[in-house]
């Protein structure tokens, strides 16, 4: 059996995460991040569906995810997948943009898969410098040639949010659950607080926000699990202030979406916040 690596690390400079994951076969069910995600595939094919459009993955494409899309992927060949990304929060993004372009702007990427596209080189060697720990100034420099191309060429700032273009029974429905996640929430509260049929609620709510309501709210638990996992809280502890019903639960789902164990996220960053976090490695995790 191929041995599954995975490895992270948070680099403080640039304030960004960088994932490689090598042998795996993980699926990822349909769910969103709360940053942005800029990725490429090393090896394997995927089949991918993001914002319910579908995409053949091959190696050497380039994927990019905003905040808040929707998205699943699977392998197609049977073959195990090497796929490497940075993790990019909001505000950190529009940071860099506003340094590039002189605006208070939050891209929008219009575009998910880049096939073939020769900004892989400059990811790769961006991502191996992370990886590798490097403190000099190399590591901006290809950030900004990255992000600079990316949001020239691939985005729409003027664009309007989707969240701006939801319904206010489904903007209504979305704020209860991100200030209620750690509460046992009935369907029927949202059916109520929308003045919709349930039937129709998730009809529509899947239909603006390409995700259903209850995989919105785990998603949305599972982001505030990281940050009480970065702060050193333990999986146990985080499983009951995120409103998951059991320790289990909380495990199998965050690792579904995350690729990583709750320990094993946790363990990035419990370095007493004293050093650099180091690169975390499993071997076929439990």
Known sequence: MTREVRTVVYD????LEAYRFEGIMQKFPNHFHDYYVIGFIEDGKRHLVCNQEEYLLNSGDIIIFNPGDPHACEQVDGRTLDYRCLNIEPEVMRRYAAEMTGHDVMPRFTTHVLCQNEL??????LHDLILAERQDFCKEELLFVLLEQLISEHSDTERTNAEQEQTAEITRVCAYIESHYMDSIALNE???????SKYHLLRLFTRQKGISPYRYLETIRINHAKRLLEQGLFPMEVAARTGFSDQSHFTNFFKKL????????RRIFNHEQLAVPHAEKAGNPT
């Not at 403080?12 to 304030?15: A, I, N, R, S, T």
């Not at 892989?120 to 060697?125: K, N, P, R, S």
């Not at 949202?190 to 919709?196: M, T």
């Not at 995350?258 to 996220?265: A, C, D, E, M, S």
């Open 12 to 15: 403080p400079d640039l304030q």
């Open 120 to 125: 892989v080189e400059t990811l790769q060697e």
């Open 190 to 196: 949202l059916s109520d607080l929308a003045s919709l």
């Open 258 to 265: 995350i690729g990583l164990t709750p320990r094993q996220y």
